[in-house]
């Protein structure tokens, strides 16, 4: 059963004490909620937030009057809060991050602009692979799906769905996908 967080409290200690929607309590060194309806930047010092409460990022996702801390995704005012261009952002960070470190010269982030610059970007190889597609599991080992006017075998729905693209992940998380 999913549950959420309803309240948080900072114990003397230092610890964040978690109450979850069931009433359980959750001890935690470090809590930092990062993703909601409202951006959540209460956690970040005024001086490096704008009007809107986004963190200030120049054109290689550094945060503005800090060293060596950037911020993507949501909380930065870099874009608008949504997966496509924090996706982006996470790229290029990781893909120029040890760059940045060294000192040794990178293109600058290469922000959208608008939504609509998201189908001219290199999202158009996501959109047209997530969004035409539809699948819908009905057993346990049967499924349905359609790709744009295109039908799409039981067995490939049903692989998908068990699978969620996990075979993915270790690349993502080791960076050899970037």
Not at 18 to 36: R, V
Not at 129 to 158: D, E, M, W
């Amino acid at each position: 059963m999913h549950k959420s967080i309803i309240s948080t409290t900072k114990l003397p200690n230092g610890q964040q004490e978690l109450t979850l929607s069931g009433g359980e309590k959750l001890i935690t060194d470090m809590y930092i909620p990062t993703f909601g309806l409202i951006t959540n930047s209460s956690y970040i010092p005024s001086k490096f937030l704008d009007a809107k409460k986004l963190v200030m990022v120049d054109e290689y996702l550094a945060v503005r009057g800090a060293k060596n801390i950037w911020a993507i995704g949501d909380v930065s005012d870099a874009e608008f809060p949504q997966f496509l261009p924090m996706d982006r952002q996470s790229k290029y960070l990781a893909k120029e991050l040890v760059s940045i470190l060294r000192g040794t010269p990178v293109a600058p982030y290469k922000a959208m602009t608008t939504r609509r610059a998201a189908l001219l970007n290199d999202e158009l190889d996501f959109l047209l692979t997530f969004v035409g597609f539809c699948g819908l599991q009905i057993g346990k080992y049967t499924a349905t799906g359609h790709y744009g006017n295109t039908r799409i075998p039981s067995f490939i729905v049903a692989y998908m769905r068990k699978n969620l693209f996990t075979h993915m992940l270790k690349g993502i998380a080791d960076g050899t996908s970037f």
